[in-house]
């Protein structure tokens, strides 16, 4: 993947973080944006890729993180 088809890395990293500590509330790209995480764009555009890469799920406009992430961040590697 070449790196401007990664997109912003600090808001995925900001938003995944986010979704993991309030997990198993539901969030939807609109409440991120709400709350301050970017602008549309760039939050969707977030979500998008995480979602691309395994890291979000995506129901109904609801976005939560996958078991994955959440075993992740539970090993605290990062």
């Given at each position: 993947?070449?790196?401007?088809?990664?997109?912003?890395?600090?808001?995925?990293?900001?938003?995944?973080?986010?979704?993991?500590?309030?997990?198993?509330?539901?969030?939807?790209?609109l409440?991120?944006?709400?709350?301050?995480?970017?602008?549309?764009?760039?939050?969707?555009?977030?979500?998008?890729?995480?979602?691309?890469?395994?890291?979000?799920?995506?129901?109904?406009?609801?976005?939560?993180?996958?078991?994955?992430?959440?075993?992740?961040?539970?090993?605290?590697?990062?």
């Open positions: 993947m070449r790196p401007e088809e990664r997109g912003d890395k600090g808001t995925q990293r900001a938003v995944l973080t986010f979704l993991l500590a309030e997990h198993p509330a539901r969030h939807t790209a409440s991120l944006w709400w709350m301050g995480f970017g602008d549309m764009d760039a939050v969707e555009e977030a979500i998008q890729l995480l979602d691309r890469h395994g890291l979000l799920s995506c129901t109904d406009g609801a976005v939560v993180p996958t078991a994955a992430a959440r075993h992740f961040d539970w090993l605290e590697l990062s």
